[in-house]
């Protein structure tokens, strides 16, 4: 069973019920997803960035990247965008394709990439209909529960960005982040 085989690997990388083993959790995660399930590609691809001193090949990484975000797994194509935007800045193909993903994994309903891409049409330079739906974004990222959402959520209370001014709902949300 596939999808047991993920929760294995995630038993061994937390030590949930068991001795902790990132080797075990790698080949647990490996194994899955060589049976092609989204969510296994992306844990193998990110165990090294959750465990300090686990290092997966940078070409090995992206392929897993890839093939979770071929399966239109949002955390996935969240971070390959980030990967992109990180290691090829500079080139319009490469930031193209970024956003592309970027906006794909917002989409989806990655609060993460709701927040971001949220960001670049509030605080972009754009119109208001941009601020608009960068507003929108955002809030939906802050009730998805990221903390700096409700920063940037504050920020457009503040300035007006996309919504009516107001000060007393960006203390509130202020207050919402620092909790």
């Known amino acids: 069973v596939v999808g047991e085989m993920l929760e294995v690997g995630k038993l061994y990388e937390f030590g949930h019920g068991t001795d902790r083993s990132i080797l075990q959790a790698a080949k647990w995660y490996l194994k899955a997803s060589r049976c092609n399930l989204s969510k296994a590609h992306y844990f193998a691809a990110t165990l090294g960035m959750r465990n300090d001193g686990f290092r997966i090949s940078e070409r090995r990484k992206l392929s897993l ?27 319009p193909g490469i ?25 670049r049409l509030a605080f972009g330079n754009g119109s208001q209909q941009q601020e608009e739906v960068g507003f929108e974004l955002i809030q939906k990222a802050a009730e998805g529960e990221n903390y700096h959402a409700y920063i940037d959520l504050a920020h457009c209370y ?5 919504v009516e001014r107001s000060l007393s709902e960006a203390v509130r949300c202020h207050e919402v982040a620092l909790t």
């Open 95 to 119: 930031e193209k394709e970024a956003n592309r993903l970027l906006v794909e994994a917002a989409e989806l309903g990655d609060v993460r990439a709701m927040h971001e891409y949220g960001n």
């Open 65 to 91: 990247l890839w093939q979770s975000a071929a399966q239109k797994y949002p955390p996935a194509l969240y971070l390959l965008s980030r990967e992109y935007r990180d290691r090829m800045r500079g080139n």
């Open 158 to 162: 503040a300035f007006g960005l996309g």
